[in-house]
Nanobody, 125 residues
Framework: VHLVESGGGSVQAGGSLRLSCAGS????????LAWFRRAPGKEREFVAG????????AYGDSVKGRFAISRDSAKDTWYLQMSSLQREDTAIYYC???????????????????WGQGTQVTVSS
């Protein structure tokens, strides 16, 4: 199974970026597709998650109202649209997939079943 992120980069505060995650090697129909991030010196943070089958999504408190997760099942790809970016959003962003519901992934201690390699997002003021 491979998860490959793209779309990271540098942006000024207040700007937007869209991250993509291309999944392959597995049928993700029973999975939650998610994004996590890790900032320097900080713990891993759940950003957003959505079931492959659609339905409700879940977000971390720090990104609610600014980020949106979506998926394109025909392309085996999911996205993270990030708006109103702040310096505090600077981190390495990882896409992930797990059979747990998004609300459970938000508080899980261990790693998700599948991870991507990460993509850097840097927000400058």
């Amino acid at each position: 199974v491979h998860l490959v992120e793209s779309g990271g980069g540098s942006v000024q505060a207040g700007g937007s970026l869209r991250l993509s995650c291309a999944g392959s090697g597995r049928n993700f129909s029973d999975y939650t597709l998610a994004w996590f991030r890790r900032a320097p010196g900080k713990e891993r943070e759940f950003v957003a998650g959505i079931r492959w089958s659609g339905g409700s999504s879940a977000y971390g408190d720090s990104v609610k109202g600014r980020f949106a997760i979506s998926r394109d099942s025909a392309k085996d790809t999911w996205y993270l649209q990030m708006s109103s970016l702040q310096r505090e959003d600077t981190a390495i962003y990882y896409c992930a997939a797990d059979r747990l519901p998004a609300e459970t992934m938000a508080v899980m201690i261990g790693p998700p079943e599948f991870w991507g390699q990460g993509t850097q997002v840097t927000v400058s003021s």
